[in-house]
């Protein structure tokens, strides 16, 4: 196989090179410092794998965008500390796997094997808490919006999901500004927030809502 590190520690990539040729068959096709980086490399040539170095922070919201971008890609986190919370909100990122910290190279090897093949392999505790959180995430989706969003107002969430301003979208939708602050106003409204950043947060996490639970449009909807 072979995989893409994104670290900006240049010892790591070195050490895990030469790890990777000792211990297993691996071929470390490129070191990125960030996740920028990354995103251009995915773009020219695809890996099978990518190692993502969470020991010294990584934004989840950039994560959960590249996996939702090359979703046959699997993305791995490494050095994760191996505990539930921080091993669900790799999952909800978009990691199909981790190596946590006190890993060693030969169990480093086989979870990169485990990723490939569709396994994750986990403490009873961990797995444990992966279903009890799943269970809670499906309940909570069910009141997540009371009031089901018109028509307009799925286009308009998820617009404001891609960053668009209250101008881009009246442009996007051929709408006056005034319209699209209404039904902005709705949105946040319909899924009890209070601001419009917490609605791009939340459409970005949970794009279906933009399409579920859909009212019909009225007659003459703008």
């Known amino acids: 196989m072979d995989l893409v590190l994104v670290t900006p520690v240049r010892l790591l990539g070195d050490g895990l090179s030469a790890c990777f040729r000792e211990h297993c068959n691996v ?23 990518v190692l993502v170095d969470v020991t010294q922070g ?37 990691f199909t796997g981790y190596i946590s910290r006190d890993a060693s190279a030969a169990a480093l090897c086989s979870a990169l094997e485990d990723v490939l093949a569709g396994r994750l392999a986990c403490p009873a505790e961990i797995s ?32 404001i999901g891609q960053g668009l301003s209250n101008k881009e979208i009246a442009r996007e939708l051929e709408l006056s500004i005034a319209t699209v602050k209404h039904h902005v106003h709705h949105v946040l409204e319909k899924l009890k927030l209070q601001r419009r950043s917490q609605a791009m947060r939340r459409v970005r996490d949970a794009p279906w809502l933009a399409t579920s639970n859909r009212a019909p449009a009225s007659i003459g909807e703008a």
């Open 27 to 49: 071929q470390l096709r490129c070191v990125v410092s960030d996740l920028a980086a990354l995103r251009e490399f995915l773009a020219q040539a695809p890996p099978d794998l």
């Open 128 to 159: 444990g808490g992966l279903l009890r959180a799943l269970f809670r995430a499906e309940d909570a989706l069910v009141p997540a919006v009371e009031a089901a969003l018109t028509r307009r107002e799925s286009e308009v969430l998820t617009l």
């Open 58 to 94: 990584v934004d989840l919201y950039d994560v959960r965008s590249i996996a939702a971008d090359w979703p046959d890609i699997p993305l791995v986190a490494l050095g994760l500390v191996e505990q539930r919370q921080q091993v669900i909100r790799c999952g909800r990122a978009g």
